[in-house]
């Protein structure tokens, strides 16, 4: 089914991540609650990273897992509301806190492991089936760190005609 008129544009690639991150995160809610489990996705990173690498600051897990700080930031919220987390000051840096899996949340990650692994091998399954939709998003990635959205709508938006002797459109 197309995304808005013309379906190749910044509204359908927009539309289409949106809705295939809505489907896994609702997919993967579904494979933990038959397990009994109340988990959100959204932490699987944060909490993966801590039980791999140890007590991380939010900015380095924000850095590790290539996402916003903000966003880091509400899911240590919920982390540490929900007892999975807890956050010291960094040995390093007493300025800085650092993030550490909870014995709750080590129990937490042990047990999810296998259903991380079967999510993992699904997402290659199906990564295989679209036909390397991992790399078109990588490069669309790339693309867009190379030059931003905004750039290139400002650069739209602040074109000339060449027949015209007119001021660049500015909107």
Known sequence: MPDHEGGLGGAAIGAMIRRLSER???DASQAYARLGVTFEQRWMGVLDLLARRGPLSVKDLAR???ISHPSVSQTRSSLLMAGLVAERADPTDGRRRALSLTPEGQALVETLQPV???LDEVGRALNSEAGDAVSVLARLETAMERRSIVDR???ILTATD???RHAPIIM
């Open 24 to 26: 896994i995160d609702r």
């Open 64 to 66: 590790e897992l290539r």
């Open 116 to 118: 991380w692994t079967a």
């Open 153 to 155: 709508v400002t650069d």
């Open 162 to 164: 060449p027949n015209s």
